[in-house]
């Protein structure tokens, strides 16, 4: 219970945090700054006002002005921020006092030992500076703050212990450690979480785009990736008439009416384990047995067509009917991925060019497939003869059109 209360308490202030300075402009990165700076500088003042009201208490006024200012400048500064919305001068100056405030404390109680080592409140100047910066600018704050360590060591035989007793040091020993290991773990926990989440979504975006096993390589190494496959079968589907009913269409509606449609098929490529090479304009390309070997590629292909007819037959599409060619052809192919800016997985080969063909030589509501996948699927599917067709580059050939799956 306490920890959910937590947890919610934390959602909260870095939901405040985001909205601290924001502009529409800023890309991701900025805007994850910006919500982390706000939320550490604010989040820590409790802990400020703490340790300065302990401090006056114990009898030390000068090390408790120091926090004390701290949580003074913090909210004014933070307040300048949301105006300006100047998040390297906000950086700067809260990065310079975490680094110094820290310091001037323990020479006021007299060192390192007798002010329960609370410098070690000025590494999380680094460590923000790391999640925040460039790594330049950390090193610079790293470099800033072994000067003051080493200053405050040479410092130390000069430096008159206030005589604080010697429980109070122990548990403020405790305090500081705990406190800063806490807020460290914190900014991890919350950094590896987003890094987490960004790349769950750069890799599902990724995978959209590319099959997994394509992206595993392409990500392991920059190269021209390029397999033969023997054996494989590729599904071509097309809108019929469609250019007339697209210019009767405003582009806005014709879009949400294709993403519709692809939507639709993209369920069913699922359902089937196939691959959905690309869509062009309203074409819509499949294949199987790539990039992984099957050998029911074609009667996979065959199945999904089948479920791709039913669904256009079943209901409608932006409030129209539709009716689409569907051509398949199995045969050997070669898939890759070529260049080096937006990638595409594609396919190239005879047997693709005659798949397209069988496409858009077909007839409305059919599926046209040629004799490389009859000869692959007439056990399980009943494929009717038609008479011959004229293909380009490939002359007089033979086509079949499937009806159904046989019974068993």
Same mark, same amino acid.
């Given at each position: 219970?306490?920890q %959910?209360?937590l947890s !919610?308490?934390?959602?909260?202030?870095l939901d405040?945090?985001?909205?601290v300075?924001?502009?529409?402009r800023?890309s991701? #990165?900025?805007?994850?700054q910006?919500q982390?700076?706000?939320?550490?500088c604010?989040g820590?003042l409790p802990?400020?006002a703490?340790w *300065?009201?302990i401090?006056f208490? %114990?009898?030390?006024p000068?090390a408790?002005?120091?926090?004390?200012?701290?949580?003074?400048?913090?909210p004014?500064?933070?307040?300048l921020?949301? =105006?300006?919305r100047?998040?390297?001068l906000?950086?700067?100056?809260?990065l310079?006092i975490?680094?110094?405030l820290? =310091?001037l +404390? @323990?020479?006021?109680?007299?060192?390192?030992?007798?002010?329960s @080592?609370?410098?070690?409140?000025?590494?999380?100047?680094?460590?923000?500076s790391?999640?925040?910066?460039?790594?330049?600018?950390? @090193?610079l704050?790293?470099v800033?703050?072994?000067?003051?360590?080493?200053?405050?060591?040479l410092?130390?035989?000069?430096?008159?212990?206030?005589?604080?007793?010697?429980?109070?040091?122990?548990?403020f020993?405790?305090?500081?450690?705990?406190?800063?290991?806490?807020i460290?773990?914190?900014?991890?926990?919350?950094f590896?979480?987003?890094r987490?989440?960004?790349?769950?979504?750069? #890799?599902s975006?990724l995978?959209?785009?590319?099959?997994?096993?394509?992206s595993?390589?392409?990500?392991?190494?920059?190269?021209?990736?390029?397999?033969?496959?023997?054996?494989a079968s590729?599904?071509?589907?097309?809108v019929?008439?469609?250019?007339?009913?697209?210019?009767?269409?405003?582009p806005?509606r014709l879009?949400?009416?294709?993403?519709?449609?692809f939507?639709?098929f993209?369920?069913? +490529?699922?359902?089937?384990?196939? #691959?959905?090479?690309?869509?062009?304009g309203?074409c819509?390309?499949v294949?199987?047995g790539?990039?992984? #070997?099957r050998p029911?590629?074609?009667?996979a292909?065959?199945?999904l067509?089948l479920?791709?007819?039913?669904?256009?037959? *079943?209901?409608?599409?932006?409030?129209r009917?539709?009716?689409?060619?569907?051509?398949?052809?199995?045969?050997p192919?070669?898939a890759?991925?070529?260049?080096?800016?937006?990638?595409?997985?594609d396919? =190239?080969g005879?047997?693709v060019?005659?798949? *397209?063909?069988?496409?858009?030589h077909?007839?409305?509501g059919t599926?046209?497939?040629?004799?490389?996948?009859?000869?692959?699927?007439k056990?399980e599917f009943?494929?009717?003869p038609?008479?011959?067709?004229?293909?380009k580059?490939?002359?007089?050939?033979e +086509? =079949?059109h499937i009806?159904? !799956?046989r *019974?068993?």
């Amino acid at each position: 219970m306490k920890q %959910a209360g937590l947890s !919610r308490a934390a959602g909260t202030l870095l939901d405040w945090a985001g909205q601290v300075g924001a502009d529409p402009r800023d890309s991701p #990165e900025t805007a994850l700054q910006k919500q982390v700076a706000v939320a550490l500088c604010v989040g820590t003042l409790p802990l400020t006002a703490l340790w *300065s009201a302990i401090y006056f208490v %114990a009898g030390v006024p000068l090390a408790a002005a120091i926090p004390a200012f701290y949580t003074l400048f913090t909210p004014l500064n933070t307040a300048l921020f949301a =105006w300006t919305r100047n998040i390297g001068l906000y950086r700067f100056s809260q990065l310079l006092i975490i680094l110094l405030l820290p =310091w001037l +404390v @323990m020479l006021a109680l007299g060192g390192f030992g007798p002010s329960s @080592m609370v410098i070690i409140w000025a590494t999380l100047c680094p460590l923000c500076s790391l999640l925040l910066e460039e790594l330049r600018q950390t @090193m610079l704050w790293i470099v800033g703050f072994l000067v003051l360590l080493v200053a405050g060591a040479l410092l130390q035989p000069w430096l008159a212990p206030p005589g604080l007793p010697e429980a109070f040091v122990t548990w403020f020993f405790v305090l500081n450690i705990g406190a800063v290991t806490s807020i460290i773990f914190g900014l991890l926990y919350y950094f590896v979480r987003q890094r987490n989440f960004f790349q769950e979504r750069s #890799e599902s975006l990724l995978l959209n785009i590319l099959p997994r096993d394509v992206s595993e390589t392409l990500k392991r190494e920059q190269r021209t990736i390029a397999t033969h496959h023997p054996a494989a079968s590729i599904l071509f589907a097309d809108v019929v008439n469609f250019t007339p009913m697209a210019a009767a269409m405003t582009p806005l509606r014709l879009v949400e009416l294709l993403n519709e449609v692809f939507h639709c098929f993209d369920g069913l +490529v699922d359902r089937y384990g196939v #691959e959905k090479i690309k869509t062009i304009g309203d074409c819509y390309m499949v294949a199987a047995g790539v990039p992984v #070997e099957r050998p029911d590629h074609a009667s996979a292909l065959a199945s999904l067509a089948l479920d791709m007819q039913a669904a256009i037959d *079943s209901r409608t599409f932006g409030g129209r009917r539709l009716a689409f060619r569907i051509g398949i052809n199995s045969g050997p192919v070669v898939a890759g991925v070529i260049g080096r800016k937006k990638f595409i997985y594609d396919l =190239w080969g005879e047997a693709v060019n005659l798949a *397209s063909r069988m496409e858009s030589h077909g007839q409305s509501g059919t599926i046209q497939i040629t004799r490389g996948t009859f000869e692959l699927i007439k056990d399980e599917f009943d494929c009717r003869p038609q008479l011959p067709i004229m293909v380009k580059g490939a002359g007089y050939t033979e +086509v =079949w059109h499937i009806a159904g !799956r046989r *019974s068993a």
